[in-house]
């Protein structure tokens, strides 16, 4: 019994202090309740309220909480159960003394709260990715991306990266030439640059301009530098005169531009390293990610961010490893439907997403994913396009040359199982190549003067001691023009069905234009062609016969390389082997042959469908990229292909840009 004195001792102490608190009144009165003293509870008055004279107010008092909910959860549709959302509180309050006017009904505005009865359902992706291995890649972590030496630091900028993003502003002018157009940036309820209610990002306080030393320098190489050959085929200049105003509020822009402007420094000056620019990258991609699962984003900087992603990785070294935004951004493309009737930014990411996939296809010999006939373009060269506005004309340029590329691609590789069935297909074949011919032609005839060189001087005529002509030509896009123009025609000259390069007629054609290509490049100070000059000229070096020619492109493609960062080694090793200077020998016998092509009498060759001379020898195969393939990169670049981009992030968007009413430039 002694041993339990104490916990009886204990128990008795603790129930003392127990009844000695007071205990919590429940139903005193709401007088003092408001002065926060204790109520006896006294009926009909309690004794505070008789001592100090005050109303002693009875009753049960409710607290409402008034939250407003302009973007309600939305759940997946599912044919078993609907769900609907009911809000009851202004019910239950009228039922109280003042409740209804406390808490008035809430007038919701039809353009905050979006009509979805008539949109298309969306579905929620699940499962993993599940793509083709060189177009989309698993993308790469920053822990994965970086040195080890670098983890550290890196780690500590994105533990206190701020959120610059901040409440939309409508961009706006009355010049519909120089900013967004209207219909490029829809009205509301739309999500586009103009609506300050759909936005991206979490919203924050206007970053105002750039005051980091390191970000000020990036945003200044990428906008002379990077964006001055993205906007060489946009007249209003959007990558590097517009978009970077948008980027001051909108973090996923933003780091897209500095990765750009980061990877190219690195390019040009061994002093800084790609881990910036990857951190950036990374960033911006993380973000993109996050924006594509949210059915209310702004479409519109989704996809313009997808582009920039998609310049960077073609930018880096090794893009096969890289390859996770070029088929994204073009299926972004296509999800906002810009094609080339649009205008403003629309135009912008479409024609640099299409210019880059041809100069691909160009080089690796793929068909255009995308084909030329949807794109959208105008082709009526009777009709007239607005002075000084050669960009029309590139584009219809771009066409062609694209047609050309597919062409050129679908070249047979085996003859048919019988010679009849082989000349209906060489006489299908014959009349393409003569359709394309007369085609680009009649562009090279009907194009205004302006998009012809102002000067041209032949090798003799200089000071320059260039083996090539001196071809003056004035403003970027008629540069661009040009030599989009000779890859054309080079390109036909290698891709007759009938006659072969050595024949007088081909050897003369490709020569001719392979020289005044080389001439534009040689003779060229503009740093904004150099992606298109870059893969024209690898082009035209391959028709080249001169030793002192080859050389001199090869001096060319340095230059290229020492003043923009574009890696042009590559085209070093790939031109001396198709030059044959990797055996002597080999050189020597090909300029034998070139030697008896150019004395070879001029022959002149009838085309009949029932009389066509015999098919020549194909030439030897040469190892490269297979023939008549479509772009494999590119192929499902298409949210509605079962293998698209961003499989395991993408969400439909709940509103789409408009499409453009109008068939002019």
């Known amino acids: 019994m002694a041993t339990n004195e104490p916990t009886g001792g204990i128990a008795a102490g603790e129930s003392t202090s127990a009844a000695a608190r007071p205990k919590r009144v429940r139903t005193g009165c709401l007088t003092c309740r408001e002065r926060h003293l204790k109520c006896d509870e006294g009926l009909p008055e309690c004794q505070n309220c008789r001592k100090s004279s005050r109303a002693c107010k009875r009753g049960v008092r409710l607290n409402f909480i008034d939250t407003q909910v302009r973007n309600p959860p939305i759940t997946p549709p599912t044919q078993e159960w609907d769900i609907a959302f009911q809000d009851e509180s202004r019910e239950i309050a009228s039922e109280y003394r003042g409740g209804l006017g406390r808490y008035a009904a809430f007038s919701q505005d039809s353009e905050d709260t979006p009509d979805i009865k008539d949109e298309a359902l969306y579905q929620f992706s699940s499962g993993v990715m599940n793509t083709p291995t060189l177009a989309h890649q698993q993308l790469p972590s920053l822990q994965q991306s970086l040195p080890a030496e670098n983890m550290e630091s890196y780690s500590a900028v994105s533990q206190r990266r701020p959120d610059n993003s901040r409440e939309q502003q409508i961009h706006s002018s009355d010049n519909t030439d120089t900013t967004f157009t209207s219909q490029t ?74 990765a750009c402007g980061a ?201 320059s001691k ?77 028709c080249l016969v001169s030793r002192r020619e080859q050389e001199e492109v090869l001096e060319i493609f340095d230059r290229i390389q020492k003043e923009t960062g574009w890696r042009t080694g590559f085209l070093h090793k790939e031109l001396k082997e198709k030059w044959g200077w990797n055996n002597e020998e080999q050189y020597q016998q090909q300029q034998q042959q070139n030697m008896a092509a150019s004395i070879l009498p001029l022959q002149n060759f009838q085309f009949q469908a029932s009389n066509l001379p015999p098919i020549p020898p194909p030439p030897p195969l040469k190892q490269g990229p297979r023939q008549g393939i479509i772009n494999p990169i590119l192929r499902s670049a298409d949210f509605s292909a079962p293998t698209h981009p961003y499989q395991s992030h993408y969400v439909a968007p709940l509103h789409l840009p408009p499409q453009p009413q109008y068939s002019h430039y």
Not at 490 to 498: E, G, I
């Open 466 to 542: 260039s083996a090539f002509p001196e071809v003056w030509l004035i403003k970027r896009t008629t540069i661009v023009a040009r030599l989009f123009y000779h890859t054309g025609m080079c390109l036909l000259a290698q891709t007759h069905p009938v006659l072969s390069t050595r024949t007088p007629e081909m050897h003369d054609l490709q020569q001719s234009h392979a020289h005044d290509l080389c001439g534009i490049v040689a003779h060229n100070k503009d740093r904004g062609v150099a992606s298109v000059a870059i893969r024209s000229l690898a082009i035209a070096a391959e």
């Open 185 to 258: 940036i829809p009205p509301p309820p739309l999500p586009t640059y103009n609506n300050p209610k759909q936005i991206l990002t979490p919203p924050s306080e206007d970053r105002g301009p750039l005051d980091g030393p390191e970000e000020l320098l990036f945003m200044q190489v990428f906008v002379e530098e990077v964006g001055l050959w993205m906007d060489s085929l946009d007249p209003y200049k959007h990558f590097s005169r517009l978009l970077p105003f948008e980027s001051l509020h909108e973090p996923m822009l933003l780091n897209a531009f500095l």
């Open 263 to 463: 990877r190219h420094l690195s390019l040009v000056n061994p002093a800084y390293h790609e881990d910036k620019a990857l951190h950036y990258y990374d960033d911006a991609t993380t973000r993109l990610l996050e924006a594509l699962q949210n059915p209310n984003r702004d479409t519109v900087i989704c996809a313009t961010t997808a582009v920039i992603l998609n310049v960077y990785e073609i930018m880096s070294e090794r893009p096969l490893q890289r390859m996770n935004h070029i088929a994204g951004a073009r299926a972004l493309i296509k999800e906002c439907r810009w094609t080339a009737k649009s205008s403003g930014v629309g135009a912008a990411c479409f024609w640099l997403n299409v210019g880059m996939e041809l100069l691909s296809c160009i080089r690796f010999n793929w068909q255009v994913a995308w084909d030329p006939d949807l794109w959208g373009v105008d082709m009526d060269f009777s009709r007239e396009i607005d002075y000084g506005r050669e960009e029309g004309w590139t584009y219809r340029l771009m066409y062609i040359v694209a047609k050309i590329a597919n062409f050129r691609s679908s070249v047979p590789r085996q003859a048919e199982s019988t010679q009849h069935a082989e000349q209906v297909r060489l006489q299908t074949r014959f009349h393409e190549w003569n359709r394309l011919k007369d085609w680009i032609d009649s562009w090279n005839n009907a194009s205004p003067r302006m998009l012809r060189p102002m000067g041209y001087l032949y090798p003799h005529q200089t000071s």
